[in-house]
């Protein structure tokens, strides 16, 4: 089985441009986990999905970045303007045992390393 | 939050050595996962264990989370197991949030 799919894996851009990284995520999973990982704040969760619908995106650093889910086996994380200091790995991480009580086993893809410019 | 740490931080081993890598946390946990992030930068899951023992080849792992701890053992340790490891919990009651630890850097040398 295909495991979180994530694209690009690699951009380049310069400051102010807008950049959209894309995650499809195992099929039949409930949840959708998007981390950031730099060097000094090691990885730290963003926002996360359940059914499609945003949970809890209090790790979002600002207004400039967001995430939609359209469907169960897609999601985006856009950041517009994006700024040198939003250079980073962007994981997509997906669950099929996000409950009342526990978030179930996490699967990542292999990232997408942003470089702004 | 949850504080999570993990030691030690960096360890050096000759092949065929045996490791024993610590995870602390700071409150009562639901979820317990244990991940390997190779020099490739991919996560790779290990274990999810919020309690007991589970074993899977050279590598098993320990979560005693009436102690608020989990161990992460490597035997007879191959260059293949360098990497960094994380330990990442969540808190009883925060579902959705899976916190990470630090890491631990390990370097296997031939």
């Known amino acids: 089985d295909a495991g979180v799919i994530q694209s690009p894996r690699h951009e380049v851009t310069e400051m102010g441009q807008e950049v959209t990284l894309r995650c499809k995520p195992i099929s039949g999973h409930n949840s959708l986990f998007w981390y950031r990982q730099t060097m000094m704040r090691g990885l730290e969760l963003l926002i996360y999905?359940?059914?499609?619908?945003?949970?809890?995106d209090s790790g979002m650093p600002e207004d400039r970045f967001s995430a939609k889910m359209p469907n169960a086996s897609f999601s985006t994380l856009k950041i517009q303007p994006s700024e040198p200091r939003d250079s980073a790995v962007y994981f997509c991480?997906?669950?099929?045992?996000?409950?009342?009580?526990?978030?179930?086993?996490?699967?990542f893809g292999e990232g997408s390393r942003l470089t702004v410019l | 939050g949850i504080q999570v740490e993990q030691s030690p931080p960096d360890l050096i081993l000759q092949e065929g050595a045996n490791s024993t890598l610590r995870c602390n946390f700071s409150d009562s946990v639901n979820n317990l996962q244990w991940f390997h992030q190779n020099p490739w930068g991919q996560l790779i899951n290990l274990f999810y264990?919020?309690?007991g023992t589970k074993q899977n080849g050279r590598l098993s792992a320990t979560t005693v989370a009436t102690e608020r701890y989990s161990l992460l053992y490597i035997s007879s340790s191959q260059t293949t197991d360098s990497g960094v490891y994380f330990c990442?919990?969540?808190?009883?009651?925060?579902?959705?949030?899976?916190?990470f630890g630090q890491g631990t850097t390990l370097q296997v040398k031939p």
């Open positions: 999905f359940n059914n499609n619908v945003p949970i809890d």
């Open positions: 991480a997906s669950s099929n045992g996000l409950t009342l009580l526990n978030t179930g086993e996490l699967f």
């Open positions: 990442a919990v969540e808190r009883l009651g925060n579902t959705g949030k899976l916190i």
């Open positions: 264990i919020p309690s």
